[in-house]
């Protein structure tokens, strides 16, 4: 590979990640999640960085800073606490991939620096690299393993970017593995290195050195007789120890690309026809600029994000920061979450989202929804936009995602944001949404609405006492109900005056006008308190019928919700 | 005495004084609790889709069925809709076995066995009230106390099994026992307006004051509640008003003092 080219690739691709670490950094900053974030201006969420920051490094935090380093960021405490499978598959991805950037990548401004006489070809810099490789694919392995192994039959959150990098960093391990390989059986490889140290490429004249490199090197030499005869090992070795040992150890201690070359010995010939050399470290080193190029905009930018992260959540409590610091926090906590899943595992929540058929419980794909929403490329897409609704308005604030999170996010708190956003986009709880029109207009837009809409699926299950004559036909009307009800108590001497009263919800499904109850606000103010149904001299189970009304009415009125909206 | 856990979600994220106090107390006289990973009891799906509800609370009657254990909630709305679901398990066939399908795809099951107790009943029923005065070092005398009964607990009666629904005195009992003097207050069963605080906090927040102002124009210095929901609803409307206010304590709390448990140990 001619240098000029590798260098302008080199720079190239460092540009890119340059100007993608920009922007992506710049977002913690840009994004604004939760309707009290879009108070606060850049230039406040930068300065209260600045003034933090400060805070944090020239008070005795500093050494609260620095054991979050070593506990939570090298040695992944928390992830450990959580699981140990996918603890050990992280440590050994992170050591192998640090060992191969800095020994490997970085080699002539790291090692060559360090270490006198390192050459590649030596050990232990052989087998170390070896030893990286291997810890890095066994690592990705366990993760994958893990991830596996964990399944609840839900689906895990993921962005269509995680598996393409997780492929393209199996492509360089593997095409490193198979240039290494093909390096060591490569009989072509052999000679351009004699033509270099010894001067000739002639077979016959090598033939000592050859049998030495065939029995002891791996070099695939297709016209060698084997057994080699002894004399000529001996012969061989006298040169090999003069024009060779310098740079070479016995590749056996490469024990993933030693076992490789031997593989590959009766095709090396045809490689070596096809140049196997020069388009593997093509290959090779371009996945690795492509790699860096996209780095900012794969699941890699957790190694920038989720440091900070922890840093930050080291240096204090989200509830000790000013809005415009937990503003960036939230931003910074979309690019911190790794997928892995772990809080949708422990999310009290998570049944429920099994249940309903709704992934939007899910604390992962909530993140996901959130910054797709603070994006704006959640609504574009009216069905997830609802679902995601109805998800985030199902959490309970149970914070088990929180404790949970290996990377320590504050989730509660994005939540609690998502929320406002979600109901700043019209997309609001559903005694929100509902109580925003009256009754009535509900009823006639449930008349108007096509029969599909209205009626999907049976009711008996869902509210099978509203559906049954017989649960409320023996209602007569005392209003035993209505006058132990709190809610109605406390709604008469307001404004905020309710439109029915129990006694008459009861009258509306005795009359059949059970429509007419859905939207109503006595229905989405009922606080269940049970009064009614103990009271009820004629045994109707006013409350329970309550909730099912409710129900009933997320259902049929969410059906022709979007019709109302836009009409 | 074994039980499982059932902390529900809101006493480990907001409250977590009532679970350091009740494992205080319930170890004094010897119960153990087991901590087994339960989901959300199931209430807020109640308004959502009510198969979802009964699977979500059967999964968690399943999973202690499964440990061979009964559940012990110190949660009321937990209580309720633990109870609420055993009783529409029990009356609908078609309901339970879209349930048992649901919790047969993961490999749960549950045949009914689980019994659900609050931490009241176990205190008072299953300790009894004797044993908890015998554990009395410093009686909290003289001490006026309004018992926060919670509506999911008491009502309907015939469902929760909680105590007698238009006149329960369960509560008042377990005061005196910590020496306490619990005060008669009309508002004493109504609805401390917690449910209504999402979908209408105006409204929650007038049935919040009502209760508040009740219980000091009755002469309760404090009130003693059983519930996180109660018991947070009140002080979060106290906090952010310049009435008069009322101190609030977990009964638990109230027990834990009068028994002399040092007060860190109750999250005091
Ligand atoms: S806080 Fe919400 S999202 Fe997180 S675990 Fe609890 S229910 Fe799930
Ligand atoms: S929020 Fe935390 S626990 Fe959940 S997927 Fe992201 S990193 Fe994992
Ligand atoms: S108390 Fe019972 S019988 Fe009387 S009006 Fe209400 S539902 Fe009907
Ligand atoms: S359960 Fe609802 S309708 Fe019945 S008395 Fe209580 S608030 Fe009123």
Known sequence: MSPALFQTALY????????????????????????DARTVALSQRVAALLRGGALALFSRRVFQLAGAVFLDLLLQRRLFANEKLRWLGHLLILTGFTLLLLMHALAAIVTAKLFQGY??????????????????ITGVGLLL???????????????????????LLGFVLVSGFLLEAHKIASPRAFYRMSDQFIGSTDAGRLTPL?????????????????????????????????ACASCHTKPVSAFVSYPMARVLAP?????????????????????????????????????????????????????DFSLAGRASRRALALDACVRCGICDLHCSVAPLARYLGNLG?????????????????????????LRAADGAFLCTDCGRCTAHCPVGLDLEDLWEAGRGDLAAAGLPSPAQWVQAHPALAWAESLERGPAEHVDSGPDDLLAPLSADRRSFSRCVQCQTCTNVCPVVAHSMDSNHGIDLTPQKVMNLLRLGLRDLTLGSRMVWDCATCYQCQENCPAGVRVADIMCELRALGVRRLGAVRSLRESS | MKYALFLGCKIPSALPAYEASSRAVLAHFGVTLVDLEFNCCGYPARNFNRYAFAAAAARNLALAERAGLDILTPCMCCFGTLRHAIRFLGEDAELRSRVSEALAAEGYAWSGKTEVEHLLTVLARKIGVDSLAAAVRSPRTGLRVAAQYGCHALRPGNVTRFDNPMAPTMFETLIRAAGATPVDWPRRLDCCGDPLHQANTPLSGRMTRAKIADALESGAEVICTACPHCHLR???VQAGSSDASIRTLLYTQLLGLAMGLPADFLGL
């Not at chain 1, 691709?13 to 999640?33: H, K």
């Not at chain 1, 050459?119 to 890095?136: C, E, H, I």
């Open chain 1, 12 to 35: 190239a691709s460092l540009a890119l990640c340059s100007l993608g670490l920009v922007w992506r950094v710049s977002a913690w900053f840009r994004v604004r999640i939760g309707p």
């Open chain 1, 119 to 136: 050459q590649p070809t030596l050990d232990p810099y052989l087998f170390l690299r070896n030893l990286s490789g291997a810890m890095v």
């Open chain 1, 145 to 167: 393993f893990g991830r596996w192994r964990r399944q609840t039959g839900l689906p895990q959150a993921r962005r269509p970017m995680d598996m393409a990098f997780v492929a």
């Open chain 1, 210 to 242: 050859r049998a030495v490199w065939a029995s002891e090197f791996g070099v695939a030499f297709d016209d060698l007789k084997l057994p080699i005869d002894p004399r000529l090992l001996e012969q061989g070795r006298e040169l090999h120890r003069s």
């Open chain 1, 267 to 319: 095709v090396t010939d045809l490689l070596d026809t096809g140049r196997a050399d020069a388009w593997l470290l093509y290959l090779h080193v371009f996945a690795c600029f492509l790699g860096l190029a996209v780095l900012p905009f794969t699941l890699m930018f957790h190694l920038v994000a989720v440091p900070i992260s922890l840093l930050v959540n080291a240096a204090a409590p989200n509830r």
């Open chain 1, 361 to 385: 419980l899910l604390p992962a794909h909530k993140l996901q929804a959130t910054a797709a929403l603070a994006g704006g490329r959640l609504l574009g897409c009216e069905d997830v936009a």
């Open chain 2, 234 to 236: 009140f002080d979060a």
